[in-house]
């Protein structure tokens, strides 16, 4: 049989008399979970609870799941006859409960040391739906891209180069983040289920390129450009705060959830030369 540190339990719980301190939850047992520590039963000679070593026991972690399912449909055509033209349209599902090496849906930069298998789902779902599968935070259902480019031959014209590039793609799911019990940190606990509260805005953007060269001689060519960004000034929005509660606060406690926090960069332009020799 399993022993126990001074203080714990089979619970896997500290047992304490006389109330319990606050930030911990207890069961009807006054079994307690602290935020800042756990009790792990010592599985056998030589070994100590809690250490990363397999000992047979199942070790109540859910496996990490991301799956992503897409088909792409794709028309290129080389440059000839004066244009070429490049078209791709995308539908895709991208869910699981695991984004990757670095987790998006908060910002959490921690390359493969994100919080969300730090704990088991445990006694008491104080994470939530953490673990549950769900559309993931890039998922994209649908993505069409086009460029088209055409160089004149004729007349006054002739050498100027115009291009397009259109991009349409659908918006990326929306959730509610509690802060998570232990560190208390907002961003954290997706409640309800990732995606609960719908999807960002469909967003399209429209580029134009145009290059006109001039000759000079017959091994010198001065070529000046233009190129705008987002023509049509779209500005829709990227992103909305999702964190329900703020950092070590009650439920409900952020004031500017679900506001626009990212949008669509504006019109732009960019003007170029270039030199050949």
């Known amino acids: 049989m399993a022993a126990f540190p001074a203080g714990c339990n089979a619970n896997n719980t500290t047992n304490v008399s006389g109330g319990v301190a606050q930030g911990n939850t207890a069961d009807a047992n006054n079994n307690v979970f602290t935020p800042n520590s756990i009790c792990f039963p010592s599985p056998g000679p030589g070994l100590v609870g ?4 397999p000992d047979g026991k199942p070790d109540g972690f859910v496996n990490p799941v991301r799956i992503y399912r897409a088909v792409e449909f794709e028309i290129n055509k080389a440059f000839s006859h004066n244009y070429l ?9 991208l869910y699981g409960n695991y984004e990757g090496a670095f987790r998006n849906d908060n910002g959490q930069t921690d390359p493969g040391i994100s919080s969300l298998f730090d704990f088991t789902a445990g006694n008491f779902n104080l994470l939530g739906d953490q673990f549950k599968i769900g559309d993931l935070n890039t998922d994209r259902r649908h993505v069409v891209n086009a460029f088209l480019s055409y160089t004149f031959d004729r007349y006054m ?13 659908t918006g990326t799911p929306i959730s509610q983040f509690g802060d998570h019990p232990a560190y208390q940190n ?21 580029d134009f390129k145009g290059e006109y060269p001039f000759k000079i001689g017959e091994r010198n060519t001065f070529a000046v450009g233009i190129d705008l960004f987002n023509i049509m000034d779209a500005r829709r929005i990227n992103l909305v705060d999702q964190n329900r509660d703020l950092s070590s606060q009650p439920a409900n406690s952020n004031l500017d959830f679900q506001t626009p926090l990212q949008f669509q960069a504006p019109f732009s332009a960019r003007v170029s030369a270039r030199w050949t020799f």
Do not use: F, K, W
């Not at 809690?50 to 070593?53: E, F, R, W």
């Open 50 to 53: 809690g250490d990363p070593i």
């Open 85 to 93: 033209l490049r078209v791709n349209y995308r539908i895709a599902h």
């Open 157 to 169: 014209v002739r050498g100027l180069t115009v291009g397009t590039a259109v991009r349409v793609q």
């Open 186 to 206: 907002q961003g954290e606990v997706p409640i309800g289920g990732r995606g609960l509260l719908g999807r960002t805005v469909p967003q399209a953007n429209i």
